[in-house]
Nanobody
Framework: QGQVVESGGGLVQAGESLTLSCRGS????????VGWFRQAPGKAREFVGA???????????HYAESVKGRFTISRDAAENMVYLQMNSLKPEDTAIYYC?????????????????????WGQGTQVTVSS
């Protein structure tokens, strides 16, 4: 219940694009806030971006400064999917990318950025950007 599965990682060259997918297994998934996080070797897991659930008062998408303008998060509620479109990829974007879901109500932007706020985590998908 509440599982999420990422897919779409791979090896690309700098400047290229890649789209990651996150599929939810529960019927309630469209109502979940969904966050994308990443972890590079030897570094802590960091927030990439997040999107509110359909139960939010108003649609909300938030990005880390390091990816703002290059990455776009979208969701297809009918298909139980959330996407992370990554453009103009840089070698420093190399990491394992995780999708995470939360059925909790987020009242402020900080909650979207905290990994502890998310209950359901995928296994991660590797993204490698060569220079």
């Amino acid at each position: 219940q509440g599982q999420v599965v990422e897919s779409g990682g791979g090896l690309v060259q700098a400047g290229e694009s890649l789209t990651l997918s996150c599929r939810g297994s529960t019927r309630a998934f469209p109502e979940f806030a969904v966050g994308w996080f990443r972890q590079a070797p030897g570094k802590a897991r960091e927030f990439v971006g997040a999107i509110s659930g359909t139960s939010a008062i108003a649609p909300y998408v938030h990005y880390a400064e390091s990816v703002k303008g290059r990455f776009t998060i979208s969701r297809d509620a009918a298909e139980n999917m959330v996407y992370l479109q990554m453009n103009s990829l840089k070698p420093e974007d190399t990491a394992i990318y995780y999708c995470a879901g939360s059925g909790n109500y987020f009242s402020n932007v900080v909650q979207y950025t905290r990994s502890s706020e998310y209950t359901y985590w995928g296994q991660g998908t590797q993204v490698t950007v060569s220079s």
